[in-house]
């Protein structure tokens, strides 16, 4: 099997304590993190992390609470600064458009003929509302938004348009484009850049209120690529082709994939494995590492068409709230979320999920942002930290010691080196990390320049501690995040013991890290989260993917 090389940082086993991890953890334990650096099994793309904005009105409720408020795109505040400097922070968010609701949709360009009227609640309506419409006034005004925070708009059409529902609830006949294809031309006509058009929500598989066939949705889908190439074909920047936006079925995605190998770019789907959010039992799900496991199989399921088919399309998850029907206050728009959410993107990426899309950015309960005043939930710094730290390679990760703590490991973003994402789901115990890996890798220590520097290569098969006198050089930055008062269902998170928020003026908070020696094992403390940046450790996995950064290093 060639050279294997297990080797690890750490000097004594003494326990190190931080002043925002309690001394007074009921027990400690120790663990080795194995990390495969000999080559990624992942690749994700830079920009990774995607919110969604819905179409919900104010009058969308669930289970007798209504938490959209005017979160919904038609209704929006686009002028507060602080979601601006939201969307900003992430240079750039993608944003996908869609929900429940865009196959109601009928867009108000030169074509329309109808009232451009919003939804009205109807409960004899299919999803429950009439049709509404898109003013081009609002259009114009969400792209001036997404112009001045850097977003890339990801645009879900009508897929219903000229089919009729038949008995057996399925949507019969072919995609009538014609709107679609107005409101398209519109947009390039005004110079606005869409990143990816997606056609459809839900209507793969079974189905959510209706469902089409994986037959049909193919010859929609070469349809849709056909006017995309029409109404771009002297634009430079084309959009994405996306599909289907629905929940995986292997036999349907299976027949769909081999029918669109010439037309798709992404194949989307979505997830919500945690179930309806009125259960009262979520958050003892989020911390079960079975039922976070068990949605391995949708990501391994649909990787292993993609890689079997003769595709050129990538896998996205397209809408993920992980609990249906607008999630759960106080269990989806708090700390406790942080651990699905973390743990969601670590296993998409193992499986190449290329981007990864949040339900919501903002509205339901489950926002990233607070739906009245646009405050970040915790979940809102755990996916800038990630898509600040963890870089495009994947690495095979695994933990043993306990089977509370889940482990993910990236080449790091924009810096050298390697980021691990540990998750400890205990309650009462304190992890003491250990790194091995299994690859011949490099420390690096610099000294007073950036140009002067020695390498250190250990080629050792047994876990040892740092060569003397460099265990005390060596550092490496960690983000610790905890919730505010031990409670999980808070609301506020803290980062290495200082509580996030944002400034009067509406501006987001530094994330700053801290400087731990490279010898002393990771502590993670219970029910926390850590991010640890390691950016002197050199795996063949992670070399060459920084070209400029390598310049100083020869």
Known sequence: MGFCFWVCFISLLNFYSLSFVSSQADASAEGTVFIDGKAPIGRIDD????????WWPPEKCDYGTCSWGLAGLLNLDLNKNLFLNAVKAFSPLKIRLGGTLQDKVIYDSDDNQLPCTSFVKNTSEMFGFTQGCLPMNRWDDLNSFFQKAGAKVIFGLNALAGRTIASDGSAVGAWNYTNAESFMQYTVDKNYTIHGWELGNELCGSGVGTRVSADQYAADTAALQSIVQKIYQNVDLKPLIITPGGFYDSDWFTEYIDKTNKSLDVVTHHIYNLGPGVDDHLVEKILDPSILEGVSGTFSGLHNIIKNSTTSAAAWVGEAGGAYNSGHNLVTNAFVFSFWYLDQLGMASKYDTKTYCRQSLVGGNYGLLNTTNFEPNPDYYSAL??????????????????????????????SKGITLLLI????????QAKLAFN??????HKHRSRISHNKHRIHKTTI??????????IRREEYHLTAKDGNLQSQ????NGNILSVSSSGIIPHLEPLHVKSAKPIMVAPLSIVFTHMPDV????CKNIHPTLDLWMK
């Open 492 to 495: 506020s998170m803290l980062l």
């Open 464 to 473: 040892i501690k740092l060569p003397q006198g460099i265990d005390g050089k």
């Open 47 to 54: 920009d990774f992390i995607c919110a969604t904005l819905d």
């Open 424 to 431: 400890n789901l205990n309650n009462s115990t304190t992890v």
């Open 538 to 541: 050199t795996v063949p996995a």
């Open 439 to 444: 690859s011949t890798m490099s420390l690096r």
């Open 385 to 414: 930290l990630w898509h600040r730290l963890m870089g495009r390679n994947v690495l095979s990760t695994s933990f043993t010691g306990t089977d509370k703590i889940r482990s993910y490991t990236h080449c790091a973003k924009q």
